[in-house]
């Protein structure tokens, strides 16, 4: 037999070459080799870079637009049914002046956050979801709820006097900050801020001390969300 026959070559050292070649992508049989190049494998093609993925695993942020000066968590949580929102993952954005730019959200997975954007499209649109990436969730403050903002305070008002009005309730006395902000007006207003133990007790310092008086002023007070 004549080593380099048709035959030879194309019966048996060819189904060889195509037998093993689907698995190796380079054989040696009978002194024939073969270097055709096989299908790469699934994971070697290139992927999108990782912001852009659409993983359905691992945290996913947006920021949601249209949300109203007296919003609540608890609001957002329950209109975006289905997303698997608690407490922990919505943070309200303020401006310097403490006027409500957004809520900032966490989605516990990619699906949440699809299952969010659907909600919004079938409850009519009230509001807009952006995606966003986690050091824009990070850089925003969470009030959590514990937190109030006391406005109208006079301009000569004190630290003492603010310590008069919330003498009745358990507070982080540390946490105390009074500063001015532009008002509607020509003239600055004086704000302060102050941080409870507990959601409790700054709800309950809302509901006894909004629309009380500071050194002949009326002063307003709100939750941080």
Known sequence: MHLFSPHFFSVR????IVAENNRTGFIVEDGFFSTEAENPPQGSIPTSPPFLQTNNSGLTYGRLLGVHKHALKTDIINFLEGSNLTMEDVKMEYTRSFNPISMMLQFPTYSAYDNAIRVILRKGRLYKLDRIDRSQWDIVTPYDGRTILIQGLPRNALYADLE??????EYDSSSINMFLRAGEGTEPIKMATVRFHSRTQAANAFITKNGTYCLNNRISIHVLQ
Do not use: C, G, L, R
Request: charged residues 10%; hydrophobic residues 40%.
């Open 164 to 169: 008069q009005i919330m003498s009745d309730f």
């Open 13 to 16: 050292s060819f189904q060889t």
